[in-house]
């Protein structure tokens, strides 16, 4: 069977189950879904609000827990003063201290 086939059999399935006067949607349709989707972006704001507004509550947790980390680190690294001088370096951007 080719697609045509197919699909005039699909329709003529369709036709005998659901008469074209029931497959149509209620007057006034497309408005109500038009009017509703203008309410609801207008509802939600803009991007840059959005990103802002995400941004101030992530932000704050993602540095403290940088800052817990890099702490974690330098501290578990004391018993070596090797490591220690490598890490304090490493975070000035310099080179390792000799």
């Given at each position: 069977?080719?697609?045509?086939?197919?699909?005039?059999?699909?329709?003529?399935?369709?036709?005998?189950?659901?008469?074209?006067?029931?497959?149509?949607?209620?007057?006034?349709?497309?408005?109500?879904?038009?009017?509703?989707?203008?309410?609801?972006?207008?509802?939600?704001?803009?991007?840059?609000?959005?990103?802002?507004?995400?941004?101030?509550?992530?932000?704050?947790?993602?540095l403290a827990a940088s800052l817990?980390?890099?702490?974690?680190?330098?501290?578990?690294?004391?018993?070596?003063?090797?490591?220690?001088?490598?890490?304090?370096?490493?975070?000035?951007?310099?080179?390792?201290?000799?």
């Amino acid at each position: 069977m080719t697609d045509r086939e197919t699909e005039s059999r699909v329709r003529e399935l369709l036709s005998d189950t659901y008469p074209p006067d029931e497959m149509r949607f209620d007057d006034g349709f497309a408005d109500r879904v038009l009017a509703r989707t203008r309410t609801d972006a207008a509802s939600r704001g803009d991007l840059t609000a959005a990103l802002t507004r995400h941004c101030r509550r992530v932000i704050p947790v993602l540095l403290a827990a940088s800052l817990a980390l890099a702490a974690w680190n330098l501290t578990s690294s004391r018993g070596n003063n090797e490591q220690t001088t490598e890490n304090y370096s490493l975070l000035q951007g310099a080179e390792a201290f000799q």
